[in-house]
């Protein structure tokens, strides 16, 4: 009986995973989507609100990284010791509601408020995710399953583009914000009432719980024993100038195309949203594989496969801010969107595999805090400036210029993953001693 059975349950248990991830990496797509909208809408928000490149760049980088980035730290020291499902509801149900109120805006200062709400929200998105799918999802299946769940910020940049650009273009700015506001609320409920809570090392082989233990390792405790391993710093350092080029370049590539290349927002609707949703899609899926099968061997592969997309990809990102039409930058744009993000899946999982899983939620929101504050608040605030500066001398040429500025990070995080790979090796050989 209990033979006969066993199959069935193993089924239903790899049915709702999968139900899992795919609610998962919905609510991503949702929360990259939200983040996006405004990126994607610049130019026809500039014209609306007469806001400069660097208003944007704050906008969309330093001040919705400071509330994104430091929130989620209490909230992933909560949802380590509460329903992490719980949380991610909650949260998803405030960066919707904060997303329609950026349509309302009528004001740069209204719409940075509202900004910043978003940002509150979204604090609470990742961390428990990463954290639920650890539990999940056995090791040797979990960079895959990461990768799956990070194509969220693919789709839901290309879906942002596709149906933010053609909403816009029929209507006007603001109608994108409404809409996806309300699929996010919609789609916290559904949340709530779908998602499994999996008992905490579930997949570990350890003794499994849906709550820690009495008497909980501390707030600030728990920080510090983040930022002391070097391991779990050198890999929050690293990701962060990757997440560095990422927003630095997606958070003005529509306005550049549109600006500088020539493109319509009928355009961009078609043919940068296939760019973007086939290249960083299929990017991020074969990063996992790759990770997974190199890491069998050594865990540096979780290092040194980042640092070589990196490198690969620096010399195609020229060719992109170089090019003459918009047709020929998106056809050299291809390769970095495919490239850039092949750090993400590998360094989450790194994170994830390094701690004990009742510290999960919180890691991972550690590494979001270096991540996104040197990558989402600092590159596009970043870009944005450097375009204010050049725009006296260069003209409508001044973000191109800014691009050029952005060039060296490449090597910047190729040169840390190489180093974090140089202490993953100590490591192993001090294990194996």
Known sequence: MSAATAPDRASRSSASARITLGMLAFVYVLNFLDRQLISILAKPIQDGLGITDGQLGLLTGFYFALFYCFIAIPIGWLADRTSRVKVLSAACAIWSTATAACGMAGTYGQLVVARMMVGVGEAGGVPPSYAIIS??????????????????????????????????????????????GGIGVVTAVVVYWVVREPKRGETDGLPVTTAPEVGPEGFVATILRFFRNPLLLMASLASGAGNFITY???????????????????????????????????????????????????????????????VLALPFF????????????????????????????????????EVAPERRVISGALLLLVMNFIGLGLGPTYVGMMSDFFRPAYGEHALQTAYYALSPMYLIGAVLFLWLARLIKRSEAADAA
């Open 135 to 180: 539990d999940t999802f056995p090791r040797e299946r979990r960079t895959t399953a990461m990768a799956i769940f990070n194509l969220g910020p693919p789709i839901g940049s290309a879906l942002g583009v596709a149906f933010g650009a053609s909403l816009a273009a029929a209507f006007d700015w603001r109608m994108p914000f409404y809409v996806i």
């Open 248 to 310: 630095g370049l997606l958070n003005f590539t529509v306005l550049f195309l549109m600006r500088e290349k020539g493109m319509t927002l009928e355009d961009v609707a078609v043919w940068y949203a296939l760019v973007v949703g086939i290249g960083m899609s299929t990017g991020i899926y074969a990063s996992g594989r790759i990770v997974d099968r190199f890491a069998r061997r050594s865990k540096a592969a979780y290092a040194t496969v980042p640092a070589a997309s990196l």
């Open 318 to 353: 020229i060719g992109f801010a170089w090019a003459p039409s918009w047709k020929i930058a998106l056809a050299f744009l291809l390769v970095p969107m495919f490239l850039n993000s092949f750090f993400l899946s590998a360094t989450v999982t790194f994170v994830q595999n």
